[in-house]
């Protein structure tokens, strides 16, 4: 009977192990991560300091692919084959959740990690902009009062503003930041300027949405890509544009560009966090509750973050806002406890 007892614990650690051995993958002993690109900075020093802990530790694999394309990634499936993180500029959608779901990564942990703000900036020798949130959703919306949006200059927009052209360099479609400038900047300023947009949005959200967050292809706006550091670049060799881009990316590059004023509030760590600020956002990771078991140091990368998180830590010095105490306690309370997020109240 010595000889079946000791199959059966094999392959019990074996299926135990393979919670991180999908797809022929084989076995995987460094952490792996996906998505935003404003929260890979982040996710990057703590993966610095992880390997610094323990020298001996596989350094993990930060990718930066945007947030949709990183949920894509995400929630593919478990196991070696697919990522253990997803660092997110947004909350999950209730469809990506469902995509996690049908793909066995029904557990997942949602981690606020801080906050953001979607800062509009501009080169250090630019026309010094001041803008509101309907100077820019009728700058780079779709169409404003329902026609295709011809604005070709500033002063189109608002007979205040300089006589420059209209170029925003920005996020694609799949970056979390891009559906943060649409939600936070583009549909504020679409209330404001479209007599029907409030009544939309109580009688049908999802036409209010196509209405309000739809960005002109004409030029206007130029998809710039997941590099941050490319729009500062950008910003550089052309200071009549402005740029999109996360608060962090903005306080790195202080000496370069200057934060554009939104609604008379400059986008600073104190306007972000007392929420003051039109484009203030929580960050978030997300990791497969399946994975905690399987990959090895995962948990301790976790606590790693929950340890440089707060107000004058690293991550603050690199452009993080702190979440508020009671936030930055109950993201602490998920990782100890491990607690899945419950799907019920995800946007849709």
Same mark, same amino acid.
């Given at each position: 009977?010595?000889?079946?007892?000791?199959?059966?614990?094999?392959?019990?650690?074996?299926?135990?192990?393979?919670?991180?051995?999908?797809?022929?993958?084989?076995?995987?002993?460094?952490?792996?991560?996906?998505?935003?690109?404003?929260?890979?900075?982040?996710?990057?020093?703590?993966?610095?300091?992880?390997?610094?802990?323990?020298?001996?530790?596989?350094?993990?694999?930060?990718?930066?692919?945007?947030?949709?394309?990183?949920?894509?990634?995400?929630?593919?499936?478990?196991?070696?084959?697919?990522?253990?993180?997803?660092?997110?500029?947004?909350?999950?959608?209730?469809g990506e959740y469902r995509d996690c779901a049908?793909?066995?990564?029904?557990?997942?942990?949602?981690?606020?990690?801080?906050?953001?703000?979607?800062?509009?900036?501009?080169?250090?020798?630019?026309?010094?902009?001041?803008?509101?949130?309907?100077?820019?959703?009728?700058?780079?919306?779709?169409?404003?009062?329902?026609?295709?949006?011809?604005?070709?200059?500033?002063?189109?927009?608002?007979?205040?503003?300089?006589?420059?052209?209209?170029?925003?360099?920005?996020?694609?479609?799949?970056? @979390?930041?891009?559906?943060? =400038?649409?939600?936070?900047? /583009?549909?504020?300023?679409?209330? &404001? !300027?479209?007599? $029907? #947009? +409030?009544?939309?949005?109580?009688?049908?959200?999802?036409?209010?949405?196509?209405?309000?967050?739809?960005?002109?292809?004409?030029?206007?706006?130029?998809?710039?890509g997941e590099n941050d550091n490319l729009i500062?670049?950008?910003?550089?060799?052309?200071?009549?544009?402005?740029?999109?881009?996360?608060?962090?990316?903005?306080?790195?590059?202080?000496?370069?560009?200057?934060?554009?004023?939104?609604?008379?509030?400059?986008?600073?760590?104190?306007?972000?966090?007392?929420?003051?600020?039109?484009?203030?956002?929580?960050?978030?990771?997300?990791?497969?509750?399946?994975?905690?078991?399987?990959?090895?140091?995962?948990?301790?990368?976790?606590?790693?973050?929950?340890?440089?998180? @707060?107000?004058?830590?690293? =991550?603050?010095?690199?452009? /993080?806002?702190?979440?508020?105490? &009671? !936030?930055?306690? $109950? #993201? +602490?309370?998920?990782?100890?406890?491990?607690?899945?997020?419950?799907?019920?109240?995800?946007?849709?």
């Open positions: 009977m010595r000889l079946p007892c000791l199959l059966a614990a094999m392959f019990a650690l074996a299926a135990c192990h393979d919670q991180a051995n999908g797809g022929g993958a084989g076995v995987r002993e460094q952490i792996t991560a996906v998505g935003s690109s404003t929260v890979y900075p982040f996710t990057t020093i703590i993966a610095e300091r992880f390997v610094a802990a323990d020298p001996e530790a596989k350094a993990p694999v930060i990718e930066s692919t945007g947030t949709g394309a990183g949920m894509k990634l995400f929630c593919a499936g478990i196991g070696a084959g697919h990522p253990d993180i997803e660092n997110a500029s947004r909350r999950m959608k209730a049908a793909h066995g990564a029904a557990e997942v942990l949602e981690i606020p990690i801080g906050i953001d703000g979607i800062a509009f900036a501009e080169s250090k020798r630019g026309p010094r902009m001041a803008l509101t949130t309907a100077d820019i959703y009728r700058a780079i919306g779709a169409h404003p009062g329902g026609k295709p949006n011809r604005a070709r200059t500033w002063r189109d927009v608002n007979p205040a503003l300089p006589a420059i052209p209209i170029q925003v360099y920005g996020p694609p479609a799949t970056s @979390g930041t891009r559906d943060a =400038l649409a939600e936070l900047i /583009l549909m504020r300023g679409c209330d &404001a !300027v479209e007599p $029907q #947009a +409030r009544a939309l949005s109580v009688r049908d959200p999802e036409a209010h949405h196509l209405l309000c967050t739809r960005v002109r292809d004409d030029g206007a706006y130029i998809d710039a500062v670049q950008k910003l550089q060799a052309n200071p009549d544009a402005l740029g999109v881009f996360g608060y962090s990316y903005l306080e790195e590059n202080r000496q370069t560009v200057n934060g554009v004023t939104i609604d008379g509030v400059a986008p600073t760590y104190d306007a972000i966090a007392a929420d003051r600020y039109p484009g203030s956002r929580p960050l978030y990771i997300y990791v497969k509750k399946a994975h905690l078991d399987a990959i090895p140091g995962l948990r301790h990368f976790l606590t790693l973050y929950a340890a440089n998180w @707060g107000a004058n830590g690293p =991550l603050t010095r690199r452009g /993080l806002i702190a979440s508020p105490a &009671a !936030v930055q306690a $109950q #993201a +602490r309370t998920i990782i100890t406890r491990e607690i899945p997020l419950d799907p019920a109240h995800l946007p849709s």
